[in-house]
């Protein structure tokens, strides 16, 4: 009988957990919060079991105590969300968004504060790996970069009060989207009064609120671009291309003066990605698994990347890779769903062969996209060039435009000299930003020395870190050779030039480029993947016989040599504007094959010296497929 009524108890409990009908300890979390959403599906849950608090108060202080405005973040949410979800929590908390070990370890080696292999730090210890180290104990500037510029994007913080940037930390940065402006759309009634007064400028907007309160797996990509804005692979995604920092490059406002700011920029407007175009959004391309990590500490800048082109357009020969599931298991239905697999092997479910063709149904939208597959035959003759299938990443043809950031240039100030730096104030630096807006307008007498805030432990030190950049370009991308053997897109992250100045004006460094441990120059300059993918490609000539495509910079050969024998000098000298350097920034590599700057992904380099040449010279072949093609277009 006990036991019967055991089970009489749990169902009840159960049932009132999930229908939706109020407890009464909940009732007075609701006789502020009125008309408030439920969380969602499978989260119905009292409201302190989440968020804490004492429901049972009637005072806003004393029902206040002890709670958590966000029982997602991720010091909370392995006693919040883990008992549900233990696995995705563990698997987040490792994750590259989480951990910023993609950017925290290739800066340092960057900057000679650490040896390229084995050493992992990330921003807070876990596992086996360290913490990054303050700078006050490893007396490394770049640490002080790290924490107090770079490190601001990461899943233990939320984001920056900037149109466009509002966000929660944790498990909710993603899972509960917020509107640009950081105002909810909820019907909570304590919201909506809230954000009246903010409306009205009784007071400040110091956090932004969810659009509702409620936990979605359909994200969008406004609530990517929450962090991945200015010149992270994201951004181009949707069109969008940082300017210049100076004032001279601003064009969107009448006056030139007061742009409306997106993201802290005044971007300038480029073509879009096709799957933009096409209606796709981010989580239509990656997964879940991929965007939470597989579970162990990802330590590379790409390492939870597992989609790429060829999985759903497969190559010519081959089609991409499905699998064949029964639709019910326990009816041992005779129905099958063939679903895609992505390049680890793992299935990705919307994506299905339907009526003999792949077809992706969209997270976000439910509409269905028809996969066009590269298999079959006969295929554009780019395709059919076994040199190009075998040893090229897609986007090296379909990348419409990349990022190029050329000369990055640092400086850390502790003095008040912000003059200077008002043509400037547009860079992507939101302490920058409100230091100069809230300095400039007084008399210099009053400026007030800079201060900002180390993202990693919150407290406020002397100085800041301006930046800027010797030249920005996006056309005609340079190529070299990535990780997996292929040619790849590449571009410069980033060709750092480091100058410090102290609080008396005393110049620490000027215009330092940092070396590597193994004595190699700390100018990044990386494969990666640019999402500005269209169907028409580049010419032949964008590749091949094309000294600036294949890292050479802008040579060009000597009147009356043959190409690649004798060769002009560099077009721009670095070292006449103060840099020590004596190659153009866009030179990867010399026409001897020797490297001129450094590579932090593992397996990439320029091309060597047979390929260069390769590269330069009108081969048999490539006049073969030459002609080919003008026989093909009726030109020939």
């Known amino acids: 009988m006990g036991r019967w009524l055991g089970l009489i108890f749990l169902i009840a409990v159960s049932l009132t957990l999930t229908s939706g009908v109020r407890t009464p300890a909940e009732q007075g979390c609701l006789s502020c919060h009125q008309g408030i959403e439920a969380p969602g599906k499978g989260h119905r849950f009292p409201c302190q079991r989440c968020h804490g608090g004492d429901p049972q108060a009637t005072e806003q202080d004393k029902a206040h105590r002890g709670l958590a405005a966000n029982p997602s973040a991720l010091g909370q949410a392995p006693l919040v969300c883990g008992p549900c979800h233990a696995d995705q929590v563990r698997r987040v908390q490792r994750s590259l968004m989480a951990t910023s070990a993609g950017e925290i370890n290739p800066t340092r080696y960057l900057w000679g504060a650490q040896p390229r292999e084995p050493v992992t730090y990330l921003n807070q210890a876990l596992d086996q790996y360290p913490a990054l180290p303050h700078p006050d104990q490893s007396r490394q500037p770049v640490d002080d970069l790290l924490r107090r510029r770079c490190l601001r994007c990461h899943l233990h913080t939320p984001g920056t009060p900037r149109f466009g940037e509002w966000r929660a930390a944790g498990c909710a940065a993603c899972h509960m989207p917020y509107g640009p402006d950081g105002f909810s759309r909820s019907a909570d009634r304590a919201v909506v009064a809230r954000q009246a007064e903010i409306r009205q400028g009784k007071e400040a907007q110091k956090r932004g609120y969810p659009l509702m ?106 089609p991409a890779q499905t699998r064949k599931y029964i639709k019910n298991a326990k009816e041992h239905s005779e129905i099958y769903r063939e679903i895609l697999l992505d390049a680890d092997g793992f299935p990705l479910p919307h994506v299905r062969r339907i009526d003999g063709q ?157 070396r590597t441990p193994d004595g190699k120059p700390g100018l990044g300059f990386n494969p990666y993947a640019p999402h500005t993918i269209r169907r028409p490609v580049r010419s032949c000539e964008g590749c091949h016989l094309n000294p600036r495509a294949i890292g050479l910079g802008n040579r060009l050969p000597m009147a009356g040599t043959a190409l690649g024998t004798k060769w002009s000098p560099p077009l721009t000298f670095p070292r006449k504007d103060g840099t020590p350097i004596d190659f153009e920034w866009e030179a990867l590599v010399d026409p001897e094959g020797r490297a001129l700057q450094t590579q932090t992904r593992s397996g990439a380099r320029p091309y060597n010296r047979q390929e260069i040449k390769g590269l330069l010279t009108k081969s048999r072949a490539y006049k073969g497929w030459y002609t080919r093609y003008y026989q093909e277009k009726g030109l020939y």
């Open 213 to 318: 309160h409620q936990l979605t797996r359909a994200i969008p990509t406004t609530q990517c671009l929450t962090c991945h804005n200015g010149h992270r692979v994201g951004m181009d995604f949707v069109g969008l291309a940082e300017r210049d920092y100076e004032e001279s490059y601003r064009f969107n406002a009448p006056d030139g003066e007061s742009p409306a700011l997106l993201y802290g920029l005044d971007p300038r407007a480029m073509t879009p990605d096709i799957h933009h175009e096409r209606g796709l959004v981010c989580i239509d391309c990656h997964s879940g698994r991929e965007v939470m990590g597989h579970g162990s500490v990802a330590t590379r800048a790409g390492g939870q990347v597992s989609i790429r082109c060829r999985n759903c357009h497969g190559e010519p020969g081959r």
């Open 358 to 514: 792949l077809t992706l149904t969209g997270k976000l939208s439910g509409k269905s996209h028809r996969i066009p597959s590269l298999d079959r035959s006969p295929g554009p003759l780019d395709h059919r060039i076994p040199e190009h299938i075998g040893k090229m990443e897609c986007h090296s043809c379909h990348a419409l435009w990349s990022y190029q950031d050329f000369g990055f240039h640092l400086l850390r100030e502790e003095r008040a000299d912000y003059q200077k730096w008002a043509p400037l104030w547009l860079q992507n630096d939101p302490q920058v930003q409100e230091l100069l807006r809230q300095n400039l307008p007084r008399p210099k007498a009053q400026w007030s020395p800079p201060r900002s805030r180390d993202y990693l432990d919150g407290t406020i030190r002397p100085g800041i870190w301006f930046a800027g950049y010797s030249y920005r370009r996006f056309e005609n991308p340079i190529f070299g050779i990535n990780g997996r053997g292929r040619t790849s897109v590449f571009r410069p992250l980033h060709q750092f030039v480091v100058s410090r100045v102290d609080e008396r004006g005393l110049v620490l460094e000027d215009s330092r480029v940092p």
